[in-house]
């Protein structure tokens, strides 16, 4: 029972194993998901001649997400061990935002 003190170090550990666990978890199925809707959003862009400006947004991301994490592939092989949850944090949010707006961008109809 929590009597309302600050947690313990054993409990935010458990927390935070939680927490990377499920970003494993879903981390590929939102990088699918961000991918499919660019795909989407791209073939739509294409087909009308107009740029598609969630479309930029989500290659944008992505893209971020993809120098991100070489340059951190990088400096583990380099020798500093940087593979961990606190380096990759901004990573979750990035393919996060990535997916939401990749979905929102190949279920829209008209470009703005």
Not at 55 to 73: E, Q, T
Not at 96 to 107: D, E, H, M, P, Y
């Amino acid at each position: 029972m929590w009597d309302g003190g600050p947690p313990t170090r054993a409990v935010r550990l458990r927390v935070l194993r939680g927490l990377t666990a499920a970003y494993r978890f879903v981390f590929p199925f939102l990088c699918m998901g961000a991918l499919i809707g660019l795909a989407v959003a791209g073939a739509r862009s294409a087909a009308r001649r107009r740029v598609d400006p969630l479309a930029v947004i989500v290659a944008a991301l992505l893209g971020g997400v993809f120098v991100r994490s070489v340059g951190l592939s990088y400096q583990s092989v380099a020798g500093a061990e940087v593979m961990t949850p606190l380096y990759l944090a901004p990573l979750y949010g990035l393919v996060i935002l990535a997916a939401c707006i990749g979905l929102v961008a190949a279920r829209r109809q008209t470009p703005v």
